[in-house]
């Protein structure tokens, strides 16, 4: 039994928790699961590697707020982006920090579903193998092996936070900050374009949304009891998936995320036609980053970014 | 082939407020189209989609009956956009109404039978349409009692018509409101404890409407009495879209409150868990 | 059976277009889904399952009802032609099939007018349902389930399997029959064909996962209403609705109105029952508030409701919601635990 399991099925033993979210073994090769452990033997099938994609911290809001009246603490194993997660919820006063025990796991990416797609040219993988630093994917007539770091998602190669800086308890020893180089390159590759070419771009992308609302109902971030799309008093925008009323959602639901999105990708891995979120996401980011310095769920001291007021903050939009 | 997504226009004729703070009004529509008129035929216990171009479509029972001549008579009350909109309206504006949709009150069952209708609040509206039907056809029918509560006095809704069934002596009527109120010498109570101690015959058919409430006290007191399950109706609300068992939303079990109902026994009820 | 050879599908096409509206798998992105052809060569010959389902050809994602203004109430103009589908599976096929029975004949009262969707049957009559045989099903289908497989005719007009030279194609339905009469460049099929096809279809076969026995899964659902069973099946789901917009047998719809001064329109949509506002009623009153509870409704609907109402699954085991699930709510894993667990005696 792996650390991690041994953590958690003492945690369980001994009364500290009466549950932990964690993951588990999915019922396909390239993922995995949400699990609830409740017991030691849920324990023992805790698992912890690329597959693990889920943000775990989005079971303490939406509807699953209930868990917290059902458990007094809950567990839940955290990588860097998750853990920031929950800082963010206890920064806006959706949940108490004695309320969340943090296990936090070291992480070295997780997989993209669906660059392993493109790299099998659409043929389903039946088997993956990860050794090292290289993954194995198995077909029906194919066998390809390519270093791991060519199908892990966008959000963690430009990822600066990958552990935990929040945790009552970290398997191994957290990293602190990490370096890395081009960030926002996906931001600064697009920005180079004409203005002409970026605006047929997002007309051809967003006119494919079919308004599933996957990605707000699965980003932990997005926790309205009425989201502003569902109002209809007044109604602000159109419900059908016409591009207009697609590309204002999608604008929209960003600018409520500014200072807020962990980009930890869950919303680009459950767009169900894998629409190119993240530029939306990481250009706002970029310009919390670059206007007010500011990184979402780093510090549980700090106040909200769009909720503050700094009298040196830069005014230039209003001067010129 | 009939669309019925496609709303027929009607006219208001008449608004009239049935409380003092305007939050509850009843609408008289009258059908601009003969050839709608002609074909609007319908039951005591139906509803209408009710519709405002441009803002969406409420459902609400019909409170006229078929023999009350061209006109179609609802009563809303001030909740959410549609209905805010709908307060708005002035007499003389043009709507739009999709109808007769659902199932209608067992009329044919209950000929030749007692039957007590029980109403509470505003809930009370498929009820009138049900006993101006029946006194219309008065022989057709036993003993008809009707045991109707509300809050206070002013929250009686159609005070016109009980005031003229009061008068009658082939409808026996029992006004309850939940609180003594200054001027009001009539029954005080619940109205389940007045069910209780009103004396009814167990043999009686059994029709019932009202806020969730009432409906959960009410049924024991009924069974009680010893009323069985498949003499037993009510009317049941969902939220609506299609009206026509489409679009799935006011699903309950295996059943849609727009085609297998609004209108239930509360044998058929007891078959389906997420009824209650 | 016949066949033409593969170097002819442009010619059957253009046979078809001369008809029917012709439909196929198209690439949209980085994904595929089906939308209408004006050529053959925007068919995307690799991938048979598409993304979203094909019922949107019928049932589209957002559809006008009817536009207004000072002129009153007009509907949209009918379809000129009718539609032909090529490539779908045998599971999309059925699918189509089971929706017919909800908007043309809702809850078996076929005498009533009223209950029928004439918009679907507008852009459903006369069309025509070309399957092609799924020669390499995904470990995720489970159609077999339902009495189905990779080479399953149910309710196709044509039925079609790609082979290595030529296309087989079998005329099922009298019309399907007599468009294939009508491409002069059939040929009838030989011994040989036929060993081909065998061959074919026993591959595909041993691709899919052995089926599970579904037996008195409807029963069984009827049983566990109160169960704390779907507490534990349904506690990751976190209500995204991806599932069912995939889905090619969901139908939800949401109708809503977008209008200014006195012109406008009036739409429906695709919606789902997952989604938390789907029930809240103006009052504020919310009968599924709970996400289990929703979870619950679809798989009762599914398996249990739908089965009371038209004497089967509304499923046909193609398992793009299997796919899609971002937190891997494996629907065949679930049924095998709802058919396994065994119910409790309770003490009243």
């Not at chain 1, 949940?95 to 936090?104: A, E, N, P, S, W």
């Not at chain 2, 389940?192 to 058919?205: A, F, G, H, N, W």
Request: hydrophobic fraction near 35%.
């Amino acid at each position: 039994m792996t650390e991690l399991q041994n953590k958690i099925k003492e945690l369980i033993s001994n009364k500290t928790l009466d549950l932990v979210i964690g993951w588990g073994n999915g019922s396909m090769p390239l993922v995995s699961t949400p699990m609830f452990i409740k017991s030691e033997a849920d324990a023992e099938k805790v698992i912890f590697d690329p597959t693990c994609r889920n943000n775990l911290a989005t079971y303490l809001t939406k509807d699953k707020r209930r868990l917290g009246k059902d458990y007094e603490k809950i567990g839940i194993v955290v990588k860097g982006c998750d853990a920031r997660s929950v800082v963010l919820y206890v920064t806006e006063n959706q949940v108490r920090r004695d309320q969340v025990f943090l296990i936090g796991v070291p992480c070295h990416g997780v997989i993209e579903k669906k660059k392993i797609f493109d790299l099998t040219e659409g043929r389903e993988v039946l088997e993956k193998k990860i050794i090292g630093e290289k993954i194995t994917l198995k077909g029906r007539e194919f066998e390809i092996t390519v270093p791991l770091h060519d199908v892990l998602s966008d959000s963690c190669l430009g990822c600066r936070y990958p552990d935990a800086r929040e945790f009552d308890l970290f398997i191994g020893e957290p990293r602190d900050e990490v370096e890395v180089k081009g960030e926002f390159k996906v931001v600064d590759d697009f920005e180079a374009k004409s203005s002409e070419e970026r605006w047929d771009y997002i007309k051809d992308e967003y006119s494919r949304c079919i308004r599933c609302y996957a990605c707000r109902n699965v980003c932990p971030s997005c926790y309205c009891n009425e989201c502003f799309v569902d109002q209809n008093d007044p109604q602000w925008i159109g419900k059908t998936p016409e591009v207009t009323d697609n590309i204002i959602f999608h604008l929209i639901r960003n600018l409520h995320l500014a200072g807020r999105c962990v980009d930890c990708g869950a919303c680009v891995s459950a767009c169900p036609v894998n629409l190119n979120l993240r530029i939306m996401n990481k250009k706002v980011e970029k310009e919390m980053k670059e206007r007010f310095d500011y990184t979402a769920g780093l510090d549980i001291n700090e106040k909200p970014a769009m909720a503050t007021y700094c009298e040196n903050e830069k005014q230039d939009f209003i001067m010129g | 082939m009939c669309n019925t997504y496609i709303p027929i226009p009607m006219k208001i004729e008449r608004i009239i407020n049935e409380n003092p703070d305007k939050s509850l009004r009843t609408y008289n529509l009258s059908f601009v189209n003969e050839a709608d008129k002609e074909k609007f035929v319908y039951m005591p216990g139906q509803f209408c989609e009710f519709s405002i171009l441009g803002k969406g479509e409420s459902p609400f029972g019909i409170a006229s009956s078929p023999t009350e001549e061209g006109i179609l008579k609802f009563t809303v009350s001030r909740t959410g956009s549609v209905t805010r909109e709908i307060h708005y309206l002035q007499e003389g504006d043009i709507v739009g109404v999709r109808g007769p949709l659902g199932n209608w009150y067992p009329e044919e069952l209950v000929r030749g039978q007692d039957v007590v209708i029980i109403g509470g609040g505003f809930a009370f509206t498929t009820l009138r349409a049900m006993i101006v039907y029946m006194l219309e056809h008065r022989d057709r029918y036993g003993k008809i009692t009707v045991i109707y509560g509300a809050r206070t006095p002013e929250h009686f809704i159609y005070k016109e018509e009980l005031d003229e069934w009061e008068k009658r002596d082939d409808i026996i009527l029992h006004l309850t409101i939940d609180k003594p109120y200054p001027g009001w010498e009539k029954l005080i109570g619940f109205v389940p404890t007045i069910t209780k101690e009103v004396r009814l015959d167990s043999q009686s058919y059994v029709i019932v409407c009202g806020p969730p409430i009432m409906i959960k006290y009410t049924l024991p007191v009924l069974s009680e009495i010893g009323f069985q399950d498949d003499k037993i109706f009510t009317s049941l609300e969902r939220r609506m879209k299609c009206g026509i068992g489409k679009c799935g939303r006011c699903g309950i079990g295996s059943k849609y409150v727009c085609i297998d109902g609004p209108v239930f026994s509360l044998a058929e009820l007891n078959k389906i868990p997420e009824a209650f | 059976m016949y066949k033409f050879k593969r170097i002819y599908l442009p010619e059957f096409i253009e046979y078809l277009q001369k008809t029917y509206f012709v439909f196929a798998p198209v690439k949209s992105g980085t994904e595929t889904e089906f939308k209408q052809i004006t050529s053959f060569t925007e068919i995307d010959q690799s991938r048979l399952n598409t993304t979203i389902s094909p019922k949107e050809i019928f049932f589209p994602r957002s559809e006008v009802l009817f536009t207004y203004d000072e002129d009153g109430i007009k509907t949209p103009p009918k379809r000129e032609k009718p539609a032909a589908l090529w490539g779908m599976r045998a599971c999309d096929t059925r699918s189509m099939r089971i929706l017919n029975d909800v908007f043309a004949n809702a809850h078996q009262m076929p005498e009533k007018d009223m209950f029928k969707d004439p918009y679907w049957i507008d852009k459903y009559k006369d069309c025509l349902l070309i399957t092609e045989a799924c020669l390499n099903p995904l470990s995720t289908c489970f159609c077999n389930w339902f009495s189905s497989g990779p080479f399953d005719e149910t309710g196709s007009d044509i039925f079609v399997v790609k082979g290595e030279v030529d296309y087989y194609l079998k005329g099922i339905t009298p019309k399907g029959k007599e468009v294939l009469a009508g491409f002069e460049k059939t040929e009838k099929t030989i011994a040989k064909d036929e060993e081909e096809l065998k061959v074919l279809q026993s591959i595909a076969d041993s691709y899919m996962n052995p089926p599970t026995d579904l037996g008195d899964l409807k029963d069984k659902l009827g049983k566990i209403w109160d169960d704390p069973l779907w507490d534990e099946i349904g506690a990751k789901c976190i209500n995204c609705g991806a599932c069912a917009y995939v889905c090619p047998t969901c139908h939800c719809f949401d109708v809503s109105d977008e209008g200014k001064g006195n012109k406008g329109k009036r739409v429906r949509l695709w919606d789902a029952c997952m989604f938390q506002l789907f029930t809240k009623e103006a009052s504020g009153h919310n009968p599924r508030s709970n996400s289990i509870h929703r979870v619950r409704q679809r798989i009762m609907h599914k398996y249990n409701y739908f089965v009371d109402n038209y004497q089967k699954f509304l499923c046909t085991g193609c398992g793009r919601c299997v796919t899609v699930c971002p937190v891997n709510m494996d629907i065949r894993e679930i049924i095998k635990q709802i058919l396994d667990h065994k119910i409790e005696k309770k003490d009243k």
